[in-house]
């Protein structure tokens, strides 16, 4: 067995082109429709295969999140009691997307580290299976591992392929922290959007059900979307705290990120439909 370091596997950030929420389920989980892209800002991770069984992780965020709670320790160990795979790892994470910004960065890492682990490890199970563990560890993990921009029904696991534009995104991440948990049961929030077809939504304005709510509750939110909706057509991603305005051109966005107030942090990006992990995937 290699006892190199696969290195540079991307986990990319998502963004929410629109998000509605259409009824709430008797566990307590949301029916959502939301058209997820990705963009290419990545956390990247490293990893080598060790011979016994322990899952190590080296990573500054140890002091924000503990081991335990790491969703790439944890999607590791599914994948290891999934397959009964005797050997581990160990995983270096270099975190550059914000955190609990509605962008993903958590779940990215997750679905990152089962593809990766699957194929290093050699457990050759299929997406769907790999789909069904990251479920169980969070809503957005499936989109990820299937690496295509796709229209999410249920709670964001029913996936179909769609090929939105391409934009270049100005993204602003407020300086808040803004909790999924939280958002979702607010009484405040709106959760009674009819369920539209597909042709429907893509061709209809965009919108997200969370923005309002966000906003009204974060000053911060509030005022980045208000700075952006200036520059572009500007929302908020999942239930935020991050938004994004949508530029035709890589130039527009820069000139208007120029112009970003200094108490504002924001970067910018590409739209993308086929994941960068996808990409690695198939040219290492
Ligand atoms: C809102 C989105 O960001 C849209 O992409 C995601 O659906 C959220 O996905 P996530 O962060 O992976 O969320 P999870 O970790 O699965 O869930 C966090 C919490 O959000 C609530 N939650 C999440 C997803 C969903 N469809 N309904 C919910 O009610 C639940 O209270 C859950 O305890
Ligand atoms: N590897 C990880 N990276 C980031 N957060 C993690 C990770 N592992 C666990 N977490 C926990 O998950 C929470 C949400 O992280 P994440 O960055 O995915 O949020 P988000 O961008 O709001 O995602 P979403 O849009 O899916 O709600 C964090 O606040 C943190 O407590």
Known sequence: MSNEISRNWPAPAKLN???????????????????????????????RVTQTPELILHSDMSSVVADSDNLILRAAKSLQQATGYPGG??????KCLPMGGGLGGGSSDAATTLVAL???????????ELATIGLKLGADIPVFIRGFAAFAEGVGERLQAVTPTEFWYLVIAPDAHVSTA????????????????????????????????????????AKALGWLLEYAPSRMTGTGACVFGEFSSQQQALAALAKLPSDMQGFVAKGMNISPLIVRLNHP
Request: hydrophobic share 40%; with cysteine; proline share 6%.
């Open 118 to 128: 699957n194929q290093l490890w050699n457990t050759q199970l299929s997406n769907d």
């Open 182 to 221: 939280a958002v979702f049961q607010d009484p405040l929030l709106p959760r009674n959007t009819p369920k539209l077809g597909i042709d429907t939504l893509m061709s209809q304005p965009w919108a997200n059900d969370c923005q309002d709510l966000v906003v009204s509750k974060y000053p911060q939110v």
């Open 17 to 47: 082109l629109f998000l509605h929420i259409n009824g709430r389920r008797a566990d307590g989980y949301h029916e959502l429709q939301t058209l997820f892209q990705f963009i290419d800002c990545c956390d990247l991770l490293d990893f």
């Open 89 to 94: 790892a160990e995983i270096w994470l270099e």
